[in-house]
Nanobody, 127 residues
Framework: VQLQASGGGSVQAGGSLRLSCVAS????????MGWFRQAPGKEREFVSA????????YYSDSVKGRFTISRDNAKNTVYLQMNSLKPEDTSVYYC?????????????????????WGQGTQVTVSS
């Protein structure tokens, strides 16, 4: 399995970015795709996740209402639309895949459930 994240960049506060994560190497019909982020000196933080089949979505409180996760099954791609960006959103963003069937929305935020991780893409938001 390979995950390729892209779309990061530098924006001013209030701006928008869209991250993409292309998954390859197997079928993902029962998988969950997640986005996490990690800033220097901080622990990895859950951002959002979505299931491939059922369309469950889950967001951290810090991004709810500003970020939207979506998927394109035909392209094996998951997107993270980030609007109203804040300086505290500055991080390296990682996509990950949990190959186990989803068992509930709250478990989608558990990093240790994810089996494969992408290389990360930097998002920098200036004030």
């Amino acid at each position: 399995v390979q995950l390729q994240a892209s779309g990061g960049g530098s924006v001013q506060a209030g701006g928008s970015l869209r991250l993409s994560c292309v998954a390859s190497g197997r079928t993902f019909s029962s998988a969950t795709m997640g986005w996490f982020r990690q800033a220097p000196g901080k622990e990895r933080e859950f951002v959002s996740a979505i299931t491939w089949s059922g369309g469950w979505t889950y967001y951290s409180d810090s991004v709810k209402g500003r970020f939207t996760i979506s998927r394109d099954n035909a392209k094996n791609t998951v997107y993270l639309q980030m609007n109203s960006l804040k300086p505290e959103d500055t991080s390296v963003y990682y996509c990950a895949v949990d190959l186990s069937p989803p068992i509930g929305r709250t478990t989608m935020s558990q990093a240790d459930r994810y089996d494969y991780w992408g290389q990360g893409t930097q998002v920098t938001v200036s004030s």
